[in-house]
């Protein structure tokens, strides 16, 4: 029964967070509004404790807390998190360390003890946080803090912005997205833009997101006078209208997509006007929530629409990986890796018995053209030992977006053959011929 | 080009203990090595209920174990069973398995005696010494009690034991064997194999002494030398041969501590190989 189930969207920005959530099978993610008197789908990133009792307030009711004299916040938890710090917290009657980890998983745990009527008596399939980047220390952390959650850990992903909206775009009208889309985000200082290539004559359809930071569009400093607001607003605009003069050269681009408080207001009417001139707009700050929520549905029951596109970008694997394996007397080709696969979930292990001779072969087929390659491991040490008599252990992983790393081990042959104490690693590059 | 196969089934957590090869099998493929390198070995008591069992919750082979479980109980081949287990693992090609299997239904055919004999070399081929050496002492003792063993069937077992023994280091014993063996047979060979035992048993100054003790003709010092070179020359061919050539190398540039390193590890190895030899 799929009323009962819910997956949900966790889009974890430096300065605040926001919840989508979705019954599984309905593709209709929404928003959670913090508030009931007016629309705030955004948490402050904020988290304090109450001087004296171990209480802790995440969001409006920290700032409320630490305005009062009641708490002590814990500022900059974000770029603590990025850093890996301890943070000392002491409030006068305790003092206590606390990994940055740690503090992030009760932020939030708390965070979602607002939606106690949404998510009540509902059981959590899946959840998907989504950020910016993925950053390994960031990544360590995160997951550490997820641990605190009461969702199955093998239900909890982790995801860029870049996929975020990409899941988003792919469930929206076709009509949408037949040609290239591209989506400008304004949540932080510095604009950023995302350029969405859909290639319809592969099969699955390739997509590729090109991200580009644009320094010279930013949002005014918080100290501006309101006498120079205005001038500067008219400058900015200026500076976007000549951006997507740049940007729409080619006419490729029939959607857009603006994201992000810097778009809030009314500041930007000659760039909107270009922009509706022949192109559909949209607005909304909450895409990459939205997405993340319909990732974690695909995640747990992919649906026909997602089975049509693969998602390439720098930290996706660009390469199907795999191997020739005998099943009973046929050759077949056994996938290991494939492409699309996030670097940081790719992973693989499994056993194999090694029939004749002393060497794995793996077979790199770039998605986006290029030649198949073979990569060899050779295992020169196994020697002397009959045909199928040496199990093999295979781990495949990656450490990094471009790197694959295999690592080897003999398991031996039970009573029959000990194994070697030796362990054959490899690292291959992708996107580059082998050494 | 190397081939590799998937592995079928589960690595087992508890071990299953084969009595005939007094051998723990973790995995399906270790049972299917058995089968086919233990040929000689197998009996009805292959088809056991704690085997089956073992197959099904270890293994989580259950649709095998069902099968199995029919041939244990209605159908009562070893050959078929052994087949079953075979092709559900796809262990070889499957015009091997039907030769493996084929040699096991021979096998089935054979006396109590015959089959003994063959168990014995089954050991016997895997250097499992001690135990084949067993096996003939009791086909010795048993069948001789109750009916004489023909002289051919005798003088295999002795030259068997014999091999066995030189094996074990036990030369004396092992040249008397080859001895009998002779005098049963009336094989150079034997008398060949007495004389390279007795060489290794004595000193050079008594080998000499023994030689003109036993009339030992030049026609078979001069097959005994043939054999000493022609195993000097398989010698030299072999990984070993090489490990000891490499040892040479490491002390005459005076790498002392890799050159101990090296023969630590080839000793380790001879004791480990001797070990399983004398393995019950």
Redesign the interface.
């Known amino acids: 029964m799929s009323d009962n189930r819910l997956v949900l969207g966790y889009d974890l920005s430096r300065d605040f967070i926001q919840i989508s959530y979705m019954q599984l099978g309905s593709y209709k993610p929404e928003t959670f509004n913090f508030r009931t008197d007016k629309e705030l789908y955004n948490m402050p990133l904020r988290l304090a404790k109450r001087k004296g009792v171990n209480q802790w307030f995440v969001g409006e009711e920290a700032i409320s807390c630490v305005t009062s004299g009641d708490g002590i916040e814990i500022t900059n938890l974000y770029e603590k998190v990025m850093r890996g710090d301890t943070i000392h917290v002491s409030d006068g009657a305790e003092t206590r360390d606390y990994t940055s980890a740690e503090l992030l998983g009760l932020f939030i745990k708390k965070s979602f003890a607002p939606m106690g009527f949404v998510l009540g008596g509902k059981q959590i399939e899946a959840l998907v946080i989504t950020m910016s980047t993925i950053d390994q220390t960031f990544l360590a952390a995160l997951k550490e803090a997820a641990g605190m959650l009461k969702i199955a850990q093998d239900r909890i992903f982790y995801q860029n912005h870049e996929e975020s909206a990409f899941f988003y775009l792919i469930h929206q009208p076709l009509q949408l997205i037949s040609n290239e889309v591209c989506l400008f985000d304004f949540t932080d200082t510095f604009m950023t833009s995302y350029r969405v290539t859909m290639n319809r004559k592969t099969k699955p359809i390739v997509t590729k997101i090109a991200r580009m930071e644009h320094s010279g569009i930013r949002k005014p400093e918080e100290d501006i006078l309101q006498a120079q607001k205005d001038a500067y607003y008219d400058n900015l605009d200026q500076a976007l209208l000549k951006l997507l003069g740049q940007s729409f050269a080619d006419e490729q681009i029939k959607s857009i997509y603006l994201v992000g408080s810097g778009f809030e207001g009314e500041w930007y009417q000659k760039s909107l006007g270009f922009l509706c001139r022949d192109k559909k707009v949209f607005g909304g700050d909450n895409l990459y929530s939205r997405g993340a929520a319909l990732a974690a549905a695909e995640r747990i029951s992919p649906s026909a629409i997602s089975s049509e596109y693969v998602l390439l970008g720098k930290e996706k694997l660009q390469a199907n990986i795999g191997l020739r394996v005998l099943n009973g007397d046929e050759v077949v080709y056994e996938p290991v890796l494939d492409a699309g696969t996030a670097w940081h979930e790719a992973a693989y292990e499994k056993d194999f018995i090694l029939v004749e001779g002393n060497e794995v072969e793996f077979i790199i087929t770039p998605v986006m053209g290029g030649n198949v390659r073979s990569v060899t491991v050779e295992l020169a040490e196994l020697k002397g030992r009959p045909m199928s008599s040496t199990r093999l252990r295979m781990k495949v992983f990656m450490e990094a977006p471009s790197v694959v790393s295999i690592e080897i081990t003999d398991l031996g042959f039970g009573a029959f053959f000990a194994p070697i104490d030796q362990k054959w690693v490899k690292q291959i590059a992708i996107g580059e011929e082998d050494e | 080009?190397?081939?590799?196969?998937?592995?079928v089934g589960n690595?087992a957590k508890k071990?299953y203990y084969i009595s005939q090869a007094r051998?723990?099998?973790?995995?399906m493929?270790?049972l299917?090595?058995f089968l086919c390198?233990y040929a000689g070995l197998l009996d009805e008591s292959l088809m056991d209920d704690n085997l089956i069992a073992w197959i099904d919750t270890q293994c989580g082979m259950s649709e095998l174990s069902k099968q199995l479980y029919q041939y244990a109980h209605f159908n009562r081949a070893v050959h078929t069973f052994a087949y079953a287990i075979l092709s559900a693992v796809?262990?070889?090609?499957?015009t091997e398995i039907r030769a493996i299997c084929q040699r096991i239904e021979v096998y089935e055919t054979l006396d109590t005696w015959q089959r003994k004999k063959t168990q014995a070399d089954q050991f016997f081929k895997n250097k499992q010494y001690m135990v084949a050496l067993e096996g003939y002492q009791r086909i010795l003792l048993e069948r001789g009690e109750k009916e004489p063993l023909s002289d051919a069937l005798r003088a295999d077992i002795y030259h068997n034991m014999g091999c066995a023994l030189a094996a074990l280091f036990y030369y004396k014993q092992a040249a008397a064997l080859f001895h009998e063996a002779y005098l049963l047979k009336g094989y150079t060979t034997d008398l060949v194999d007495e004389c390279a035992c007795m060489k290794f048993a004595l000193t050079e100054k008594e080998f000499e002494s023994w030689l003109e003790a036993e009339q030992i003709d030049a026609r078979v010092q001069g097959e005994l030398t043939k054999l000493f070179v022609s195993a000097k020359q398989l010698f030299e061919q072999t990984?070993v041969h090489e490990e000891f050539l490499q040892a040479d190398n490491l002390i005459e540039a005076g790498k002392r501590e890799l050159y101990q390193e090296q023969v630590d590890d080839m000793i380790r190895q001879i004791m480990?190989a001797y070990q399983g030899y004398t393995n019950f």
Do not use: D, V
């Not at chain 2, 080009?1 to 592995?7: A, T, Y």
């Not at chain 2, 051998?23 to 995995?27: A, F, G, K, V």
């Open positions: 080009m190397s081939k590799l196969k998937f592995c690595l071990p051998l723990r099998i973790y995995s493929e270790e299917c090595y390198e796809a262990y070889r090609p499957e990984t480990e």
